[in-house]
């Protein structure tokens, strides 16, 4: 990989004294998109605010992150400020991000005076970043309220704000599972036409592997607060090796039958603070062994994937392949 951007190593982190993420370790080049995939309370936007330096009260990180060389967790308070506006954020509600007594147009154009425009300046690059976000009539969304956009639009200008800005990293954290299926799909291609373009990395999190692989160039898989399996998006899919990243893939609906139920990953999620040094997913992995509860093996390079997982082997081999379908069987 070509001059990381981002280096997560070995990362952990506490809340009140409970373990959130525990070991850590991932790298993001320039320019490259990773997509940071896993259950809901793996860590994944955990993951996020460690990097932005964004925690709760009563949160202890240990461990590396930096960004461009800079030790993210050294900074001091007065560092922050310059540090997080080197990177843009792209949130799941973007109601929640703009606010709502001020009109489009001076929240873009506020954002572009930020960082170093004039106003005239400011204005035109709004407008124009607006419409390589697909928006027609900028100017007129410019004058509207954010009630007065659809949350699809919104979305689009709260994307288009971050791109203009020209973040190095931008941090995209479900950005459009609030958005229906077909304009999730396009406000992510021009999201990340736009970062591409700018030669931006990015770190975007989902719950959905398909869109990540859609999205992405490489692919993180998260449970209990670790890392399980990092691999390309364009292989992973087909090529998965850990027990947990083929529950996943094998829990997605086909598309080709009518199920009576949603399939699901059997069992509960288990929280990093309920997990020892084992596998998180090991009480939930059906080809699961007894060393697997107590040692989690470090990352090895299996097939086309980096991953933690004591039968990654045997897996890789198709020797569980019963026990550990890359699709739902159907009957
Ligand atoms: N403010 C907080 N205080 C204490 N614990 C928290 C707080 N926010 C999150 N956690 C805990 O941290 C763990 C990881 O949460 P995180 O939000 O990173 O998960 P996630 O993978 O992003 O989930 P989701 O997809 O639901 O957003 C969870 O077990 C959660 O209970």
């Given amino acids: 990989m070509t001059d990381p951007l981002v280096e997560i190593d070995n990362l952990g982190l506490t809340i009140g004294g409970q373990p959130v993420l525990r070991g850590v370790s991932l790298s993001v080049a320039t320019g490259e998109s990773l997509g940071l995939v896993g259950e809901s309370g793996s860590g994944k936007s955990m993951t996020l605010r460690c990097l932005t330096r964004l925690l709760p009260p009563g949160a ?5 992150v930096r960004l461009a060389g800079t030790d993210v967790l050294g900074l001091r308070e007065r560092q922050l400020r310059a540090h997080r506006q080197s990177i843009g954020m792209v949130f799941q509600d973007p109601r929640t991000a703009i606010n709502p007594l001020h009109t489009v147009g001076s929240y873009m154009v506020e954002r572009a005076k930020d960082s170093g425009s004039g106003l005239r300046d400011a204005t035109d ?6 419409q390589a976000m697909g928006i027609s009539d900028p100017q007129r ?3 509207q309220y954010p009630f007065e956009l659809s949350g699809g639009l919104l979305q689009r200008v709260m994307i288009a704000s971050v791109v203009m800005e020209q973040p190095r990293l931008i941090l995209a954290d479900e950005p459009t599972t609030a958005l229906d299926v077909t304009t999730q ?3 992510l291609r021009l999201l990340d036409g736009l970062r591409e373009k700018n030669s931006a990395a990015m770190i975007f999190v989902t719950h959905d592997l398909d869109l990540a692989a859609a999205v992405c160039d490489r692919i993180a898989v998260m449970y209990g607060g670790r890392i399980l399996e990092v691999g390309p998006a364009t292989t992973l899919p087909d090529a998965a090796v850990h027990p947990y990243t083929r529950a996943l893939l094998a829990a997605r609906p086909p598309l ?5 139920t949603i399939p699901t990953v059997p ?3 288990a929280p990093a603070a309920r997990t020892g040094d084992g596998c998180p997913f090991a009480a939930r992995c059906p080809v699961a062994l007894p060393v697997c ?3 989690l093996p470090g990352m090895e390079t299996v097939g086309s994937s980096q991953v933690r997982c004591h039968r990654a082997s045997e897996v890789q081999s198709g020797a569980l392949d019963a ?3 890359l699709r739902l069987e159907l009957q």
């Fill in 323 to 325: 026990e550990l379908p």
């Fill in 125 to 130: 690059r709004a407008l124009d970043v607006l």
């Fill in 267 to 269: 069992g509960v999620p």
């Fill in 185 to 187: 799909a396009e406000v």
């Fill in 60 to 64: 202890r990180a240990t461990g590396e």
């Fill in 293 to 295: 509860s107590e040692t």
């Fill in 141 to 143: 969304r410019m004058d």
């Fill in 256 to 260: 080709t039958h009518r199920l009576e």
